[in-house]
């Protein structure tokens, strides 16, 4: 189990269906589950057009 914070959100998921998972990782969400792991930059990208869509608040995304 790990607890993620997306934009201030905080929920408690399951890190069953991934390995080798670490603090500071990032990693796709969905129902509860961490479905895999994202590389750091490709998780800036999507940050950034969530942040740009309004759907999240994030402090990398301008």
Do not use: N
Request: glycine share 10%.
């Amino acid at each position: 189990m790990a607890l993620i914070d997306l934009g201030g959100v905080r929920k408690e998921i399951s890190l069953a269906l991934v390995d080798d998972v670490a603090v500071g990782d990032y990693v796709i969400v969905h129902v509860g589950y961490a479905l895999t792991k994202l590389d750091p930059e490709e998780a800036e990208r999507t940050l950034k057009l969530f942040a740009e869509a309004g759907m999240v608040q994030t402090e990398g995304a301008s």
